[in-house]
């Protein structure tokens, strides 16, 4: 992607809005963490989760870091994407009666989210760098690594709690 100078204070604000927006999921995603560990048959699904809801409050003062450094507050903007995989998840362990499948919908709804970050950080990190922000460019770079080992971390579980889908494979 090149942007032509006169553009970069577009693109800054881009940035920003978007740095807000992230702000709203991680915390949409504390809120809704407990309750997926609450629901959750498998321990180690469970071990998963809070592990990573612990990394998700590292995530959110990373956030906070960078937008009071960027503007001076850490302002919110509502995450609506968020909000809508929330509901679909909350709505698909609901409907889910027998445990197993709930702790495969559990996965499969974390998972969406985890995806859902990558793609967003992967492009906030892409703005960070076109404005010359490397150390805010560094902390989002820790941040997908930490989404992404979520990410992996679950397939792997996954293949265990269901082995039909692995003998399948
Ligand atoms: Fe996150």
Redesign the pocket.
Known sequence: MKFFSANLSNLRELYINQLQMLLST?RQ?IHAIPKMIEKAGDLQIKQALQSHLQE?EV?VRRLEEILRQTTGEAEMVKCKALAALVEEAENMIQDASDESVRDAAIIAAIQRIEHY?IATYGAVRHFAQILGESTPAQLLDQ?IKE?GHADHLLSSIADRVNPYAQKAA
């Open positions: 991680e995603i998700t995530q970050e941040t989404e």
